[in-house]
């Protein structure tokens, strides 16, 4: 049974940083793609950053593009999202979440196969 649990949410002011971690108990975790997808109060679960399999290809939403890094360590099945320079509107829960294969439409949630339980990031201004 494939889980994927997120660690590394808090409280930080704006401006500072977190590392988020997502740890795969999945036996062919180098071939999923994975992403992490977030949702605020009253929003809708939108997309962050996805990266491929081999960790060669990445990608961001604009608004964290230049701040985010999302990278990962198949020798380890774990996903990261390091998060510099917060802001208030970052104020979610992230989500990762595994892709088997990959796709194009890596922004859209109905792409992914299986999702962590979230885990919450607070920025206060």
């Known amino acids: 049974q494939v889980q994927l649990v997120e660690s590394g949410g808090g409280l930080v002011q704006a401006g500072g940083s977190l590392r988020l971690s997502c740890a795969a108990s999945?036996?062919?975790?180098?071939?999923?793609?994975m992403g992490w997808f977030r949702q605020a109060p009253g929003k809708e679960r939108e997309f962050v950053a996805a990266i491929g399999w081999s960790g060669g290809r990445t990608f961001y939403t604009d608004s964290v593009k230049g701040r985010f890094t999302i990278s990962r360590d198949n020798a380890k099945n774990t996903v990261y999202l390091q998060m510099n320079s917060l802001k208030p509107e970052d104020t979610a829960v992230y989500y990762c979440a595994a892709d088997y294969g990959g796709s194009a439409r890596y922004e859209s949630q109905y792409e992914y196969d299986y999702w962590g339980q979230g885990t919450q990031v607070t920025v206060s201004s």
């Open positions: 999945i036996r062919t975790f180098s071939s999923y793609a």
